[in-house]
């Protein structure tokens, strides 16, 4: 009976060592370094991912980096997780370091974006609808496109249009600046009713905080209608196997990410705050989230974020 009971704890013992290696990881997956450029939707993805990482026993390390910065890190291996690749606005990035296998793509993360010049509804409405119509008002606009950081792939294409004097904009000027300087500089035009024309996009509370509208036209640079991916340093979700499954599982919804940066921008809440708030109201999505997810130590992690809330 001793012989049987020892053999029985002996075996127990082998398969719990032997689940607990099949979700094992690299030591150095304890750790998951997060390119952030600085633009509020990619906060919220970006706090929601460390939101789980650290409830799954991980250390979320996030970094404000310029886009460029965050590929060549990639690259390097100096970052491990991008969930900001927007497309095709980042088109020249995916297609040197993506397409050409030098970084991992995981996931679409959202779809059905928009990420191009808009302006006021009053303007549109006066006849400012496509990109052709700007020069015609250049004037009205001061010659002036309202971009947002320095190196960011949108202000990139809008200077190719006006070096290259495309819709005749060769005379305009960009002025690059931070996401929040950039609406600042909005809400005083609107507030005048003046002309603006601006870096919009969606998901972003802007959309609802401004009548709006996107200017038509500038496909080439722009798309039509685009997406935004999660990328990986290469091999990465290959080495960090259970996180890798997070960052596949994550996907994002317009309704979602405008909800949470509406309450932060409004200041109603911090990031972390609006976060969890709208996990607490919507707790069904971490059942997709958390599919096959363990926590670090390889127990329940579904079980594990929902005691977090």
């Not at 600085?38 to 886009?67: P, R």
């Not at 990139?156 to 290259?164: N, V």
Request: hydrophobic fraction near 40%.
């Amino acid at each position: 009976m001793k012989t049987f009971k020892t053999a029985v704890a002996g075996g127990l013992l082998l398969a719990t060592t032997a689940a607990f290696q099949a979700h094992a990881e690299d030591a150095s997956c304890a750790t998951v370094k997060l390119g952030d450029p600085g633009w509020s939707d990619i906060a919220v993805t970006n706090g929601i991912a460390s939101f789980l990482l650290d409830g799954l026993g991980y250390k979320a390390q996030t970094s404000t980096l310029a886009v460029p910065i965050i590929f060549a890190g990639l690259q390097k291996g100096q970052v491990d997780v991008f969930l900001g690749n927007w497309m095709p606005a980042q088109q020249a990035n995916y297609d040197k370091f993506v397409a050409s296998g030098e970084i991992d793509q995981l996931v679409e993360n959202l779809s059905g974006t928009e990420y191009t010049l808009a302006v006021p509804a009053y303007a549109y409405d006066a006849g400012v609808k496509t990109f052709a119509d700007l020069d015609a008002n250049a004037d009205k606009f001061g010659k002036k496109i309202y971009g947002i950081g320095s190196g960011a792939p949108a202000n990139e294409s809008i200077k190719t249009m006006i070096d290259g004097d495309e819709f005749g904009l060769g005379d305009w000027q960009l002025v690059e600046s931070s996401e929040q300087a950039m609406l600042v500089q909005v809400g005083r035009a609107v507030k005048r009713d003046q002309y603006v024309v601006f870096l919009g996009w969606t998901p972003h509370p802007m959309n609802v905080q401004y009548d709006m509208r996107y200017l038509k036209g500038g496909e080439k640079y722009f798309g039509d209608s685009g997406s935004v991916n999660t990328l990986a340093r290469k091999g990465y979700a290959a080495q960090c196997p259970n996180v890798g499954t997070l960052l596949t599982n994550l996907t994002f919804t317009q309704e979602m990410e405008n909800a949470i940066m509406d309450q932060v921008l409004s200041k109603q809440a911090s990031n972390d705050q609006a976060i969890k708030a709208w996990l607490q109201a919507n707790p069904q999505v971490l059942d997709g989230w958390l599919k096959g997810v363990k926590t670090r130590d390889g127990g329940d992690g579904l079980a594990a974020i929902k005691a977090r809330l």
